[in-house]
């Protein structure tokens, strides 16, 4: 059975430093994987997706992920955070054939001024 | 082009009453699915609908149910409703069945269910 762990559910970062967000996950075959962000009152807006085209994937707003089989993780990452980016992130996988999709428990990313 | 519509927003009920939540998707777009989102169990699959045919289900009672229309609005439907089905329900199209690469889930702003 597949299944999405996200290290942390809460993330306090500065203005201008690194953000990483942890997601590691299990999966029998390989999977699409997937990084949502949700804002406050609104839905799921896709950040970035790995569909094995490429291991360092990069999404909008200036994150990336980089899937590594070895270690069966697929953290986000950015280089400089901004207050913007306060919101929660999920990390999600999917086999093929559907869109039935398994969501982590969400890391709520805090960005101090 | 207009994003996914859900509605009701916001919608009070009492425990036993039944609802019926609406999505209608991008114009275009053939899939929808739904998921649920607690504070205690996250983001959980509910269904799938393709071209009017439910395509995957989550573990979910048979309380909840759902359909889709010829013009590929759906809707689902929660019966005898309880305490713990206050949550908010999600909904997102797709132009495609699920399992294809390019296709990408869009999601609606939910609808905001308490039971009282």
């Known amino acids: ?113 | 082009k207009a994003g996914v519509t859900q509605t009701p927003r916001y919608l009070i009920k009492t425990r036993g009453q039944q609802v019926t939540l609406s999505c209608s998707p991008i114009s275009g777009h053939r899939s929808v699915s739904w998921y649920q989102q607690t504070p205690g169990q996250g983001l959980q699959f509910l269904f799938e609908y393709f071209s009017e045919t439910q395509r995957n289900k989550g573990n979910f009672p048979g309380r909840f149910s759902g359909r889709q229309f010829s013009n590929s609005r759906s809707e689902m439907n929660v019966s005898t409703l309880e305490l713990g089905d206050s949550a908010l329900y999600l909904c997102a199209s797709s132009l495609l069945a699920g399992g294809i690469d390019s296709n990408e889930q869009f999601f609606g702003p939910g609808t905001r269910l308490t039971v009282l």
């Open chain 1, 1 to 113: 059975a597949q299944s999405v762990t996200q290290l942390g559910s809460h993330v306090s970062v500065s203005e201008g430093a690194l953000v990483l967000l942890r997601c590691n996950y299990s999966s029998s075959v390989p999977p699409y994987l997937f990084w949502y962000v949700q804002y406050p009152n609104q839905g799921l807006q896709l950040l970035l997706k790995y569909t094995s085209a490429a291991t360092l994937v990069k999404g909008i707003n200036g994150f990336e992920a980089e899937f590594k089989k070895s270690e069966t993780s697929f953290h986000l990452t950015k280089p400089s955070a901004h207050m913007s980016d306060a919101a929660e992130y999920f990390c999600a996988v999917r086999k093929t054939g559907g869109f039935k999709t398994i969501f982590g428990a969400g890391t709520r990313l805090f960005v101090k001024a």
